[in-house]
């Protein structure tokens, strides 16, 4: 089924395809209102319409992922990830030595700063942006640079960063391959961006089939629901090469039937990811890609 027109709809922005700019999509789903398309020509997944800027800047000071409504619920959330991609960051990026300045790290929607923190315990000289007040206070509560500011506000010079993470992010923001742009400046050469998605459109698909309602986009906090290969070429046409895609360690759900449910596509994304050797990626599972400024 075809994507309506576009139509005039106060407070709201009909919107093409952010990667290849082609109008013609499918819709996927309508959860709570909102309507999740799919791109005939390239595939990405995107609402529209969608809220205006201001409209969704004033919706993220308040906005919090279901069950995480405290700094320790996200804390505990998050751990698992944050710490697995401290070790890689610690194979992919060699630390500094001798008179060396230390390597510099952004960490872009940082909330609570917690994977600041894990970053400066190792030597790491680290700055955050959200837009959030509250979470950037939590975080310079701790004693860590933040700032309340989306990238382009920040206006870091250019090659600023030899790191620049993006945990659940780039499915907020309105354009993403003009954010993917914006990490490649303020990254060093060869400097690496680690970006990590959640993929809902095959679980959606699936629910659907069966005729179980959901909410699982999360819409309209989530503007976009990228595959690996989407998000692979729009890295690639944004100046990046691909190191890797990884379902990595998964997020630690507050309850425990999400958990179980998040473990056994973990397994099963771990498995398929191992004997593909990195090949091929288990649908409907949220994975993070290393990606090397060219």
């Not at 060093?188 to 909410?215: D, M, Q, W």
């Not at 191992?274 to 400024?293: C, E, I, M, Y």
Request: with cysteine.
């Amino acid at each position: 089924m075809r994507a309506a027109a576009d139509e005039s709809v106060p407070g709201l922005i009909y919107v093409s395809c952010a990667l290849c700019g082609r109008r013609e999509a499918a819709l996927v789903s309508v959860q709570s209102g909102w309507r999740m398309v799919r791109c005939l020509a390239c595939g990405l997944a995107y609402v529209s319409p969608r809220p205006t800027k201001a409209s969704l800047r004033l919706h993220y000071q308040t906005y919090r992922p279901p069950g995480t409504e405290t700094i320790d619920d996200w804390e505990r959330m998050m751990a698992p990830l944050f710490d697995d991609t401290v070790r890689r960051i610690a194979r992919l990026v060699p630390p500094s030595s001798g008179g060396e300045k230390p390597r510099r790290l952004l960490d872009v929607g940082c909330a609570h700063g917690g994977f600041l923190d894990r970053m400066t315990e190792r030597g790491w000289d680290v700055e955050g942006i959200d837009l959030s007040a509250g979470s950037v206070a939590a975080a310079r509560a701790r004693g860590l640079s933040v700032r309340e500011s989306t990238l382009d506000e920040a206006r870091f010079p250019n090659a600023s960063f030899d790191v620049v993470t993006a945990f659940y992010v780039i499915e907020h923001v309105t354009d993403p391959a003009g954010f993917l742009r914006e990490v490649r400046r303020v990254l060093s050469p060869r400097g690496l961006a680690v970006i990590r998605v959640p993929h809902t459109t095959p679980i959606v698909r699936l629910l659907g089939f069966l005729g179980i309602p959901n909410t699982l986009y999360d819409m309209p906090s989530h503007l976009f629901d990228f595959s690996p290969g989407v998000l692979g070429r729009m890295l690639e046409e944004t100046g990046f090469e691909i190191v890797e895609t990884t379902p990595q360690r998964p997020t630690v759900r507050p309850r425990l039937g999400d958990r179980w449910i998040t473990y056994a596509g973990f397994a099963a994304a771990a498995a398929v990811h191992a004997l593909s050797n990195g090949r091929r990626h288990f649908p409907g599972v949220s994975t993070t890609t290393f990606a090397r400024a060219k």
